[in-house]
């Protein structure tokens, strides 16, 4: 399984370097790219995400079918995705693809498309999603808060936005100190994603990570 769609902050690259999951269901309460659970795709996979642009995504990769994905449009440069004939949801889809690393989907394709085609939206990233959608038929998605998600069982892989870092975000605004409590709180396996120097939780430095604007220092709490 390969990313579905580009989003800031995503983990799929890192997610490997993740413990892996004890538990048969895996949540991930700021869904964004869902990059660990694309890792253990085969779970009982459940995500959720106060973006509606973002839960609507996923609801739309997880109900597609593989003809279905393989019919979408391409895109001309210069071209407004929402002259394309399709669902709002899957021009979402096709906007994440013509920029790198956004919160939110683009209109138009990225100069850099011109250089590297291959990684934009095109009938090579087109044909890959197709064949991964009937692999996530399975996983469920809520748009939500956090804070309405029921407390079960599980391995809860929290990547929230960053302290001091995520004002990229639609959803900014946290509050850490409930955010604490909150994911002290969870049921089984937990670990909660963030930036070394974040102090809501005693955080452990993780792994220095290569992103597109840098090198970023991850940190990792994890439940004893």
Known sequence: ????????????RAAKRYPAPQHATIIEPFAGGAGYSLRHYDRDVRLFDKDPVVAGVWEYLVKATRSEVERLPLIRPGQDVRELKCSTSAQDLIGFWLSKGSTHPKRTLSGWSKTHPEQYWSEKIRSRIAVQCDMISHWKVQCCSYRDIPNMTGTWYIDPPYQGAGKYYRHSQIDYEDLAAWCQSRQGQVMVCENQGADWLPFRPFSSIKSRRGLSREALWVKP
């Open 1 to 12: 399984m390969r990313t579905m769609f580009n989003y800031y902050g995503g983990k799929w």
